[in-house]
């Protein structure tokens, strides 16, 4: 009998031991602290201007940059998600997906100053003025930031949103134009086509024949 309880105590022992080794040699994660920046650079170029408007078309590159500010290491890599976003003239409820950029798997490393960077592909969009409004403009910029996991660890953008928006913003795709209930609408390359059609008429001059 004392054998066997001496035998269970044996076991005992060495599972504890076990666990304390794992314990002990599990990788320690850091909290992560991020400061996130991102520029909007957006130029204006008129095309043209009528007795009854205006063409103009809107030079849109969006600019980010990612740096770690917490003082505890963090070598795990991250994921980056940009997405640019305009808006129908005229309509401040209607909106267009005109790009998103995707950045998978870098590091925020001492070699770097704890930086990453990156930007948008340069996107052009157009819009008439005056009496015939048609066509869109940059209104935004959301940048997402998740863990190896996809956890989300950090967030910007140039206007309030809230987690529900940002949910709903991720499935999204480029070229997409949606309502503010987040309900698809349309897309992109129907709205270029009526800025198109609309330019002639916004520049025409009344004295035309």
């Known amino acids: 009998m004392r054998s066997r309880t001496k035998a269970f105590a044996y076991f005992a022992l060495l599972a504890s031991a076990v666990a304390v080794k794992a314990q002990e040699t599990k990788p320690v994660v850091f909290p ?3 400061e996130i920046k991102a ?3 957006v130029k204006d170029r008129e095309l043209g201007a009528g007795d009854d408007g205006a063409a103009v078309l809107q030079d849109i590159v969006v600019k980010v940059k990612i740096r770690k ?3 505890s290491p963090y070598t795990e890599p991250l994921n980056a998600e940009l997405y640019v976003v305009g808006r129908r003239v005229r309509n401040d409820v209607v909106y267009g997906i005109l790009d998103i950029v995707k950045k998978k798997g870098f590091t925020l490393t001492p070699e770097d100053n704890y930086v990453y960077e990156f930007e948008s ?3 052009v969009i157009g819009h008439t003025t005056g009496k015939i409004e048609v066509g869109g403009e940059y209104e935004a910029y959301v940048v997402i930031v998740t863990d190896k996991d996809g956890k989300i660890v950090g967030t910007k953008s140039s206007r309030k949103l809230t987690s529900k928006e940002i949910d709903a913003l991720r499935k999204f795709r480029k070229g997409i134009v949606f309502d ?9 390359e129907q709205a270029k ?11 025409q001059d009344d004295d035309d024949d």
């Open 180 to 188: 503010k209930d987040g309900n698809i609408v349309g897309n992109m």
């Open 121 to 123: 592909d340069h996107y």
């Open 69 to 71: 500010t917490s003082s």
């Open 39 to 41: 520029n909007a650079v």
């Open 32 to 34: 992560l602290h991020l």
């Open 193 to 203: 086509e009526n800025f198109k059609a609309a330019v002639p008429v916004a520049l």
